[in-house]
């Protein structure tokens, strides 16, 4: 299983960006996917997942700012940012999880500076 993550760079405070995971294989057979960050120096956390049959998690330090979404037949899931903030400064992380097993996409850097 391949992971592969898009989507980050360099953006003001204030901006958005839209980041990209796509799978190897069907998204569908993935109980869930989600994306979590990690900046220096602290633990990954969640941002959000999205669950199989349509459920969704948020992180709480972006709650309110960000929406994951899923595309079945183009096998990708996509986690849109908004109003982002210095803090939000980490590498992101796209997870599929299947059973006992998660797979971890080689991470996206998103920087939020002026």
């Known amino acids: 299983v391949q992971l592969q993550a898009s989507g980050g760079g360099l953006v003001q405070p204030g901006g958005y960006l839209r980041l990209s995971c796509a799978a190897s294989e069907s998204i569908l057979s993935f109980n869930s996917m989600g994306w979590f960050r990690q900046a220096p120096g602290k633990q990954r956390e969640l941002v959000a997942l999205?669950?199989?049959?349509?459920?969704?998690n948020y992180g709480d330090s972006m709650r309110l700012r960000v929406s994951i979404s899923r595309d079945n037949a183009k096998n990708t899931v996509s986690l849109q940012m908004n109003s982002l903030k210095p803090e939000d400064t980490a590498v992101y992380y796209c997870r599929g999880s299947r059973g006992p097993m998660d797979y971890w996409g080689q991470g996206t850097q998103v920087t939020v500076s002026s």
């Open positions: 999205l669950h199989k049959g349509g459920g969704i």
